[in-house]
């Protein structure tokens, strides 16, 4: 038998590969994970409810592209966060989680070879979430990585692309609030990273999914600048997730908004291969987009997590809280052994960085860094980070 060649240089998948690391070696203290970024606090009351009330719903075949009243929902929260007016018929479709659509999408829109009949390019930051490159793979397009560091205020450089790479690339990927690093585009990097995408006629797949989770002002939009600039309508395709914003990662539900002509595309490839949201989920997450207080309750308790964040790590060489998301990004001496010591130590187990980069040019800007999940309730993440600060840092 034979099978495809095309994964076989991928590397093994991050928590897979920390388990290699840790799991052999008994924890030193009471467990504390900080690894996924799988929220923690108490997602919406009225969340049994609303599935109760729609149990009926189990029983008929979903809408692949999402309800109707779904989609309103969406384009309805699109202009009041972004000032941003979508056509819920044309230009938005619900998820089964964002990755999911982070892939799918990219399949859907990538095309087989450039204008010039070269071999397309996908641009993605490094570190990343890790289904940017499985696409592209999938795609047969060449994954271009680029760095993400403190040189860049952890966001990538897309201005210092080369012309010929340019020339051949057809998607960028963005993570806005960065995950891991937590950074934020603000409209200078949006509005310049459309500029290129306009002259070089590439899209943005803008992955925005930690945007209502930050410590003062709320990020600006891929979306909401590209309108502003007049840019094509088919420039920016954005993904979000109702995982971190309402606490339901466990719903999978989210979007994807962009162009009519990349919407239509992406929903014809659904209909063949999507797995929609059942119905009375559909409902659940139709409540969510629609409502906000259980965003800004939310939002609080991470910036209550922020504080406490920055008063444990002061004084700490390199430490900077990030400015959204969930995750400190800590620099430390190496970070596999970091991680080992902190959990043969103390039982918190943390994430290298290394594991969510890849190496270029014999380097990985994950490497000599840890990532730390700010999920668990209050108390337990404090005792964890203590316990990380006094066994790495002092």
Known sequence: MTF????????????????SLLDAHTPGGEVTHMTIGEPQHPFP???????????????KYPPNEGSPELLAAITDWLKRRYGVQLDPTKQVMALNGTREGLFNTLIALCPEQTARGEKPVVLIPNPFYQVYAVAAVTVGAEPVFLPATAETS?????????????????????????????AVADRDYWANLIALAEKYDFQIFADECYSEIYRDTPPVGALEIASEGGADPERVVSFHSLSKRSNLPGLRSGFVAG??????????????????LP?????VAEKAWADEAHVAENRALYQEKYAMADEIFAGID??????????LWLPVDDDETAAMKLWIKTGVRVLPGAYLSRDVNNQNPGKGYIRVAMVAPKQEMQRGLIQLRDCLFK
């Open 4 to 19: 495809p060649e095309r994964y076989s240089s991928l590397p093994e998948y991050a928590f897979p590969r920390l388990r």
């Open 45 to 59: 009351e009225w969340v049994p409810q609303v599935i109760a009330q729609h149990t009926e719903e189990f029983g």
């Open 154 to 182: 952890f966001l990538p450089d897309y201005s210092q692309v080369s012309p010929d790479i340019l020339n051949r690339t057809e998607i960028a990927y963005i993570c806005s609030p960065s995950n891991p690093q937590g």
């Open 259 to 276: 162009g009519p002509q990349s919407i239509q595309r992406v929903r014809q490839l659904r209909a063949y291969a999507g797995a929609p």
């Open 279 to 283: 119905l009375p989920l559909q409902r």
């Open 318 to 327: 390199g430490y900077k809280g990030p400015d959204a998301g969930f995750f």
